[in-house]
């Protein structure tokens, strides 16, 4: 796969991700994978996806570690996809893609909500601050800052966002 990073955004977390999981592919496998889809037919019935498509995908998914692809098969050998630990850590970031796209729906138009599984009662997915319980969603109380890895060009960047608050 070409990468789309410009040079200056290969340090960026954000740029690094979306090159990993920001195909529109690539989300739709994990968020099947998620609901416990593991073989090559499931994905392709259930997304409709071509057979060449399916196969690049996972393929790039084993790749960046997020599937483990194992044999559950012989005689033909048929290969499941199973999502690593890594893979699994990606959960909370479609969840919350999912619910940004339902609140700008009514109600009755979400094909599809997030559940509380021993109640069925309907959840409101937040991402918040693991420390202060306080959600992430203000841009003015919470900000990006370099850190301790960042490039001259990443510390000046966030310096110039300083500078311009001030």
């Not at 592919?25 to 609901?35: M, N, S, V, Y």
């Not at 259930?46 to 960046?64: E, F, H, Q, Y």
């Amino acid at each position: 796969m070409v990468s789309r990073i410009r040079l200056e955004d290969r340090e960026c977390p954000l740029s690094t991700t979306v090159g990993h999981v920001g195909e529109w592919w690539t989300l739709l496998i994990l968020h099947d994978a998620f609901d416990g889809y593991t073989r090559f037919d499931q994905f392709q019935e259930n997304l409709g996806i071509s057979s060449s498509m399916l196969t690049t995908r996972l393929k790039t998914l084993v790749a960046d570690g997020l599937l483990e692809r194992r044999p559950y098969q012989t005689q033909p050998t048929r290969y499941e996809y199973l999502l690593t630990d890594l893979g699994r850590s990606l959960r909370p970031v479609v969840v919350a893609l999912a619910a940004w796209g339902n609140s700008r729906l009514a109600p009755e138009q979400r094909s599809m909500i997030l559940v509380d599984a021993e109640t069925g009662q309907e959840v409101e997915p937040v991402v918040v601050d693991a420390t202060t319980g306080r959600r992430l969603d203000d841009s003015e109380a919470f900000v990006y800052a370099a850190g301790p890895a960042a490039s001259e060009l990443m510390r000046a960047r966030y310096a110039d966002r300083d500078r311009d608050r001030d």
